[in-house]
Nanobody
């Protein structure tokens, strides 16, 4: 399985970005899909996940600002990020999981300036 993330960039605080992750396989085979982020010197943390059935889960720090979605036809996972803050600056990774399998994209840099 290959994942290709895109959509990162540099924006000012309060602005929006939309990350995309194209998956090389039918995403309906995965139990969970989502986004994680990792800042330099920090561990990789969960940002948002969406299950096969559409249930979503968000880190407390992004609730109400970020929205995760998926498009089975396009084989893609998205992360809409609104009201961005400097503390959202990080490398964002997409991930897909099912029993015995966890695959990661290459990461896309998001930089938010104050």
């Amino acid at each position: 399985v290959q994942l290709q993330a895109s959509g990162g960039g540099s924006v000012q605080a309060g602005k929006s970005l939309r990350l995309s992750c194209k998956v090389s396989r039918n995403i309906s085979i995965f139990t969970y899909m989502g986004w994680y982020r990792q800042a330099p010197g920090n561990q990789r943390d969960l940002v948002a996940t969406i299950s096969r059935s559409g249930d979503t889960h968000y880190a407390d720090s992004v609730k109400g600002r970020f929205n995760v979605s998926r498009d089975s036809v396009k084989r893609a996972i998205y992360l809409q990020m609104d009201s961005l803050r400097p503390e959202d600056t990080s490398v964002y990774y997409c991930n897909v999981r099912r029993a015995g399998l966890s695959e990661w994209g290459q990461g896309t840099q998001v930089t938010v300036s104050s």
